[in-house]
């Protein structure tokens, strides 16, 4: 058996990439899985999974704890002091795990999903909904705000936005561009010619699935929505990924690298998927020479707002977006 936990306060993306890798792994090795509170997935309003296999299901009505599971896998993350970040990889010492084991970690490689098509894992439950008969050529922004605020260094800069509107433009010089995003007041403020397509999460899942030419961010969130949906014509995604245009030249992570998409550096430039294997080969020889290994809670630095309720943080937050829709940190 594999146990997978949703935890509150797990973006969607994390929760679909956590998912995806378990079943996968499950199917794989020939386990029987099961979530642990799967009342926390942020998709169940219109995206269909299972939280338990078939025998599970059948056999099981007992409610399981963390605590109770004897083993636990987590996933080998490197931390980067220079970028102040942790960095990940596909972790090949999963395929050696036993039975009654709890993953813990990002798995955001597509290495984890032995090639298996997540399609067969994840579905629609209103599959009509996402039928478009659009004949424009729309392209969607897919722009993050919000928590990423708090983290500069995830942020993209207007440069890359533009940049990349002028690249997709290349395919159609009339093509219409609107923004879908978690974070109104400040994609407003930073594109404020372009319309933003509002929505709850599933009206945003939905207008990506849809788009045949994207502009994505470095989030987990795109991936699924467009991997699910037809193929794409063209996405375009930032280099070195979490840590656009670092001067150390490391891809962060090296999970996050994404067959056919097409990456574009801080000059603007599409760069060749020659220089991106260099830059991700270069990334992993340097992390192999990492040899301590720590636990994220040991280097997650305590911030200002760390100590105040959380609905009260929430409130802080919102009156500052509002106030400052710009201010990144």
Same mark, same amino acid.
């Given at each position: 058996?594999?146990?997978?936990?949703?935890?509150?306060?797990?973006?969607?993306?994390?929760?679909?990439?956590?998912?995806?890798?378990?079943?996968?792994?499950?199917?794989?090795?020939?386990?029987?899985?099961?979530?642990?509170?799967?009342?926390? %997935?942020?998709?169940?309003?219109?995206?269909? @999974? !299972?939280?338990?296999?078939?025998?599970?299901? #059948? +056999? +099981?009505?007992?409610?399981?704890?963390?605590?109770? @599971?004897?083993?636990? %896998?987590?996933?080998?993350?490197?931390?980067?002091?220079?970028?102040?970040?942790?960095?990940?990889?596909?972790?090949? #010492?999963?395929?050696? @795990?036993?039975?009654?084991?709890?993953?813990?970690?990002?798995?955001?490689?597509?290495?984890?999903?032995?090639?298996?098509?997540?399609?067969?894992?994840?579905?629609?439950? +209103?599959?009509?909904?996402?039928?478009?008969?659009?004949?424009? &050529?729309?392209? $969607?922004? +897919? $722009?993050?705000?919000? #928590?990423?605020?708090?983290?500069?260094?995830? $942020?993209?800069?207007?440069?890359?936005?533009?940049?990349?509107?002028?690249?997709?433009?290349?395919?159609?010089?009339?093509?219409?561009?609107?923004?879908?995003?978690?974070?109104?007041?400040?994609?407003?403020?930073?594109?404020?010619?372009?319309?933003?397509?509002?929505?709850?999460?599933?009206?945003?899942?939905?207008?990506?699935?849809?788009?045949?030419?994207?502009?994505?961010?470095?989030?987990?969130?795109?991936?699924?929505?467009?991997?699910?949906?037809?193929?794409?014509?063209? @996405?375009?995604?930032?280099?070195?990924? !979490?840590?656009?245009?670092?001067?150390?030249?490391?891809? $962060?992570?090296?999970?996050?690298?994404?067959?056919?998409?097409?990456?574009?550096?801080?000059?603007?430039?599409?760069?060749?998927?020659?220089?991106? #294997?260099?830059?991700?080969?270069?990334?992993? &020889?340097?992390?192999?020479?990492?040899?301590?290994?720590?636990?994220?809670?040991?280097?997650?630095?305590?911030?200002?707002?760390?100590?105040?309720?959380?609905?009260?943080?929430?409130?802080?937050?919102?009156?500052?977006?509002?106030?400052?829709?710009?201010?990144?940190?």
């Amino acid at each position: 058996m594999l146990y997978l936990e949703f935890l509150d306060g797990q973006g969607l993306g994390n929760q679909l990439w956590n998912y995806v890798t378990l079943r996968s792994l499950s199917n794989k090795l020939g386990y029987e899985y099961e979530i642990i509170n799967p009342k926390n %997935f942020k998709g169940k309003s219109f995206l269909q @999974i !299972s939280y338990r296999s078939y025998k599970v299901r #059948e +056999n +099981n009505k007992n409610i399981i704890l963390e605590s109770n @599971i004897p083993n636990i %896998f987590r996933e080998k993350l490197f931390y980067d002091k220079s970028l102040k970040t942790f960095v990940s990889d596909f972790d090949k #010492e999963i395929l050696q @795990i036993k039975q009654n084991t709890l993953l813990k970690g990002l798995f955001q490689s597509e290495k984890y999903l032995f090639n298996n098509d997540i399609n067969q894992y994840i579905k629609l439950k +209103n599959p009509k909904r996402y039928k478009s008969n659009s004949q424009e &050529h729309k392209c $969607i922004l +897919n $722009i993050r705000g919000g #928590e990423y605020k708090r983290f500069k260094e995830l $942020i993209l800069p207007k440069s890359y936005w533009l940049d990349a509107m002028k690249n997709m433009k290349k395919n159609h010089n009339n093509m219409k561009f609107y923004i879908v995003t978690d974070d109104y007041d400040y994609a407003k403020h930073l594109l404020p010619e372009l319309k933003i397509l509002k929505g709850n999460i599933d009206d945003d899942f939905t207008q990506l699935f849809n788009s045949e030419y994207l502009i994505v961010s470095n989030s987990s969130f795109a991936y699924f929505p467009i991997t699910m949906g037809e193929k794409p014509k063209k @996405i375009i995604a930032p280099s070195k990924w !979490s840590r656009f245009g670092n001067v150390h030249q490391r891809w $962060i992570s090296p999970a996050n690298y994404y067959k056919n998409w097409f990456y574009q550096n801080e000059k603007g430039e599409i760069i060749s998927n020659e220089n991106i #294997e260099k830059l991700i080969n270069n990334t992993r &020889h340097f992390y192999s020479k990492y040899n301590v290994l720590i636990t994220e809670e040991s280097v997650t630095e305590k911030r200002l707002l760390s100590f105040l309720p959380n609905n009260f943080k929430k409130l802080i937050k919102k009156l500052l977006s509002k106030i400052f829709p710009l201010y990144i940190g």
